[in-house]
């Protein structure tokens, strides 16, 4: 896609009202994630197996309170988000609840958020990101590691095996 007639704007969010609307896109590429990584998505409680589906408005406000949260904007409309929870003292961060509205995937916002999330990341002295994804969705592992991620350790746990990635920044 070409941004330069439509920008794309990456910024931090930490406007509550905008909450549903971050919300709804996570859990929107969530669902998604989970059928490309032939995920489960129910518990026998009928809560889900991802945790991010499970989450309300009330868990994104104060992931915009203690975290760093970054938001792509593409005409008015969010189209992508990254959580960012980071040890400042250890020099580490977590990525997590990477998104991308479905509809626009494969079109470089991904790219361009995870670029942004880490010179971000950088310049407030993180040296180490982290991240988990499902060991079945190659896609996104592939993904990850043209973004100079790499293995980092293999979990086999439940409720599906993940793998851990680490990029040095």
Request: charged content about 25%; hydrophobic content about 35%; some cysteine.
């Amino acid at each position: 896609m070409n941004f330069d007639s439509h920008p794309l704007q990456i910024s931090k969010v930490t406007d509550h009202s905008q909450a549903d609307a971050l919300l709804q896109l996570m859990k929107r590429a969530m669902m998604l994630y989970a059928q490309e990584a032939r995920i489960p998505l129910y518990r026998r409680d009928g809560s889900y197996t991802l945790t991010a589906l499970n989450e309300t408005r009330g868990d994104m406000v104060e992931a915009m309170n203690r975290e760093d949260l970054l938001a792509a904007n593409l005409n008015g409309e969010w189209v992508g988000s990254v959580r960012l929870v980071s040890d400042h003292e250890l020099g580490k961060t977590l990525l997590t609840r990477f998104c991308v509205e479905p509809r626009y995937r494969s079109q470089g916002i991904g790219a361009e958020l995870l670029e942004t999330a880490c010179s971000f990341l950088k310049e407030q002295g993180i040296r180490e990101v982290y991240l988990y994804t499902a060991q079945e969705n190659t896609r996104l592992l592939e993904f990850y590691k043209r973004h100079g991620f790499f293995l980092y350790s293999v979990n086999s746990g439940r409720p599906y095996p993940r793998v851990c990635l680490l990029r040095y920044l």
